[in-house]
């Protein structure tokens, strides 16, 4: 068999062992030759292009074929053609062409670039965090009628995997898993577009490598500190929040080092005598060789009860390594490098929140952050609750209870001209928000910035809105919003009381009786409506049934409307 050549201009691919390379094919074929005129001198036949009805490749590898092109999996370098097949179907049927293009595909044996690197002890679980951010799609074409494109909308984070059949728990940021042996670990984001520009996928990697030890039992508080009495000098087991012990065995004798409450870490020798302090330049456990645990401990669930009143910090978006993470600077100003046990929470730029942690038993991969910590419990900051007070002055709308994430762009108690519209598209909800200096940006309703008006360019044209679903401007310039001036709550007029709160799940909503029908809503900080009930004045109704279990915890509203009065409830979920 002759092997075809790779011809001047052709592409070649490198690639990884085990990846896969997409290869296109032609697409067009030469018009065929005007056949001769028939034997009375008639018109020939007017040939016809032939279309493109298959393409295949010269190899038997693993492939997976589109209307462009082919994917393949191969196992070896090699020069790969890809034949496209066409027929005529119109005028001149049964003219076919054949077209082929040769790639050269070099297969090697890549190892995979790691973020960072975690040592771990048998049995212990490391945190890997996901990419969240995908590439704008290219702008997509004009429409045949010339008219302004669909604006591509970045693919939004859907789920996270990882490339190993290791026990993993999954969260908005991430993935937590169990291994039983040390390797590179890829953690895969995959994104899908869900408003304008539908359809548009991404997916991102990242890998890190974990390295997994043999370590000494972990010590519980009274095996460290029966083992080391001196130790309650230092630390108040019963009075803790974020302290840590870790014990390491260098031959026969063993080295303590403690994490205090503020970061700080300390080394001390088996019988209390100190040794060392760290520093940001300066660690003394790798100053002093030590690598074997021979225990440890962290003052936390074992002395008492997470409590997001401890302290306060405010996430913000930094590069770790070549890659975006999230940090907390916590009030005391120190910056961390924060994991969740089992807390479905997904940080925002700029979010304060309040918080309880313990430090976290493996090093924080980043140089900006003075510590890794694990969050126990954490609440984001409310910055102010809907205000629905009788005021002739200034009316606070709702548009600023369903989108809470507006507070931090107007202050709709300090304007001028600032507008909000929205819009609706199917399931989704976009806002066209206008500042005092007629600057209009467009966001999808998390708060996305997704658009900015230029004097070429609109965004709720490109997008093919139509007209707003509701509507505020700043000082009663254009007409009120939609709730009449009765329905703003001034305080619990309604007997509505939610128990038991807070709650771990199960709570029972008592009612007034009302002659009207009345909505019941349940939503979450964010103003997401996460249930709705219509009840029926004639039934009598005096109590509803809510279960909360599967949400997570924090802090929710309980929303009632009849007919112009409207009263609103905070519940807590534990």
Request: hydrophobic share 35%; aromatic share 10%.
């Amino acid at each position: 068999m002759i092997m075809p050549i790779l011809l001047a201009g052709q592409q070649t691919f490198t690639i990884c062992a085990g990846e896969s390379v997409y290869l296109e094919a032609i697409q067009t074929f030469p018009t065929p030759a005007q056949p001769p005129a028939g034997p009375d001198g008639g018109i020939p036949a007017t040939p016809c292009t032939p279309q493109l009805t298959d393409i295949s490749v010269d190899a038997d590898i693993f492939a997976q074929v589109d209307l462009r092109g082919i994917t393949i999996t191969p196992t070896t370098s090699g020069i790969y053609t890809v034949t496209s097949n066409g027929v005529c179907g119109g005028p001149g049927a049964g003219n076919t062409g054949t077209e082929t293009i040769s790639y050269e595909v070099i297969v090697e044996t890549c190892t995979p670039t790691t973020a960072a690197t975690f040592t771990i002890c048998a049995g212990e679980s490391v945190y890997l965090e996901a990419i969240q951010t995908f590439p704008t799609p290219a702008q997509p074409p004009a429409g045949p009628d010339g008219g302004i494109p669909a604006t591509p909308c970045t693919p939004q984070l859907t789920d996270i995997s990882v490339d190993a059949d290791v026990f993993s728990q999954v969260d908005l940021r991430g993935i937590t898993i169990t291994p039983t042996m040390s390797g590179i670990y890829t953690v895969t984001s995959n994104g899908v577009c869900g408003g304008p520009g539908a359809g548009n996928t991404g997916t991102e990697t990242i890998s890190y490598e974990v390295i997994v030890e043999t370590c000494g039992t972990t010590a519980s508080s009274n095996d460290v500190f029966l083992n080391f009495p001196w130790l309650v000098s230092l630390i108040n087991p019963a009075t803790c929040f974020s302290s840590s012990v870790r014990v390491y065995q260098s031959g026969d004798i063993q080295f303590v080092a403690i994490v205090d409450e503020l970061g700080a870490e300390q080394l001390y020798f088996q019988d209390g005598t100190f040794y060392c302090q760290s520093s940001a330049n300066y660690n003394c456990v790798a100053l002093y060789g030590l690598q074997d645990v021979a225990g440890s401990w962290t003052c936390g669930m074992e002395s008492r009860l997470p409590d997001c009143n401890t302290t306060g910090g405010t996430f913000f978006f930094e590069d770790c390594n070549g890659t975006l993470f999230f940090f907390l600077q916590l009030d005391d100003g120190r910056i961390v490098d924060p994991y969740f046990d089992g807390i479905n929470f997904s940080p925002q730029e700029g979010q304060r929140v309040f918080i309880d942690f313990v430090e976290a038993d493996f090093p924080t991969p980043c140089p900006n952050a003075s510590a890794a910590i694990t969050i126990t419990c954490i609440l984001p900051e409310v910055l102010a609750e809907p205000d629905f007070s009788i005021d002739e002055e200034v009316f606070v709308s709702d548009v600023f209870f369903d989108y809470p994430w507006l507070n931090e762009l107007l202050d709709p108690t300090f304007c001028s001209e600032e507008t909000v519209s929205v819009y609706e598209q199917g399931v989704y909800k976009f806002l066209l928000v206008t500042n005092n200096a007629g600057e209009e940006r467009l966001y999808f309703e998390d708060g996305t910035f997704y658009c900015q008006n230029a004097p070429n360019y609109n965004c709720v044209v490109a997008y093919g809105f139509g007209d707003p679903i509701d509507f505020w401007t700043c000082n009663s310039l254009l007409p009120e919003p939609t709730i009449p001036v009765d329905a703003r709550l001034t305080g619990s007029t309604s007997t509505q009381k939610a128990f038991p709160n807070p709650t771990t799940g199960q709570l029972t909503l008592f009612l007034d009786k009302q002659e009207e029908m009345q909505q019941i809503n349940v939503i979450d900080i964010q103003g997401r409506i996460l249930q709705n009930f219509r009840i029926d004045g004639a039934h009598n109704r005096t109590s509803l049934e809510l279960n909360l279990t599967n949400y997570p915890a924090g802090v929710y509203y309980i929303q009632r409307q009849s007919g112009a009065i409207l009263t609103m409830e905070k519940v807590i979920k534990q």
